[in-house]
Structures are given as C-alpha cells and as structure tokens.
C-alpha cells in the first residue's frame, strides 16, 4: 500500500523503513549501480532496491522492485541474503526534512543480462568492478558498507 504524502511524511519522521536492496552482479564480477534522481542519497551511485509495502512479503516485494528497478522479475529464491544494515540520511523523499532510518536487507543476485534497465529511480546506470565502487567518491557508502566486512 503507497501511502499519501502527509501520512508518508509522518512515517518517515516517526519510524525506520523497511527495505530491500539488490547488490546485482554480473558473470564477469561487476556490480550493477544506478545514478539516484531522487532523496535521499540523491546524485550518489546506489545499488537499485526500495522500501517493502505495508502487507508486502519479503518474496513478492524482491519480485516487485526486481521489475520495477531492473526491468526483469526475478524471484527472492534465486538471491542470497546478506543481511540487514542500518541507513541513515540526513533528509528524505520530502527534502531536508525529516531525516531518514532504512533497515535494508541486502540480497545478492546473480544475473546474466539485463537488456532494458528502467529510469524512473536511476538516471544512468554503470556495471563497476568492486575496487572502482570502493574508491569513487560519488559511490554512496551505504553501497560501498556492502563489500567491506561487518564488524
């Protein structure tokens, strides 16, 4: 369920989100990264995912934002969890305020191709080698917490 902005908007101020973000790499190794068009973590390169809906499984929630964020489905069964991680913005969708507190759970996807990667969330996209990704500075390091180790 798609919340109206003003109820959203109180969410946000009052409660961390739940989320799933997909680290998808290709046969070659790289990861998939998208250029984000909207806040939080605007202008940054992030691993492609979104929130989980109220009422939403975690396996038809991977198949929605799968589409949505990859323009293939793909089923949670063939991702491996990696585990939750904490997110914290200093804004949101709405602007400077309020700040933001994602639980995302990160799965690991493997994929073969990917032929037609939708632009609703993302403005460009970019398969990076793991050192690239570590090393450049518009890599968010919400995406780069993903390939260092959890301590």
């Not at 068009?37 to 198949?63: C, D, H, M, T």
């Not at 990917?114 to 450049?136: R, V």
Request: hydrophobic share 40%.
């Amino acid at each position: 369920m798609f919340l109206d902005n003003a109820t959203f908007s109180t969410v946000i101020d009052s409660a961390p989100l739940v989320s799933i973000d997909i680290i998808v790499r290709n046969s070659q190794g790289q990861i998939l990264l998208g250029e984000r068009k909207n806040r939080p973590a605007q202008g940054y390169w992030f691993v492609p995912g979104g929130r989980i809906l109220k009422n939403e499984s975690l396996a038809s929630a991977f198949s929605r934002l799968t589409l949505a964020e990859l323009g293939a489905e793909f089923s949670i069964t063939t991702a491996t969890l990696q585990g939750p991680y904490d997110h914290f913005y200093t804004d949101s969708v709405f602007g400077a305020a309020p700040t933001t507190h994602y639980v995302a759970l990160a799965y690991c996807l493997s994929v073969s191709e990917l032929t037609s990667l939708p632009e609703q969330q993302h403005s460009a996209y970019l398969w990076f080698e793991i050192a690239d990704l570590l090393s450049h500075p518009l890599v968010h390091q919400h995406t780069k917490a993903y390939f260092l180790s959890k301590e």
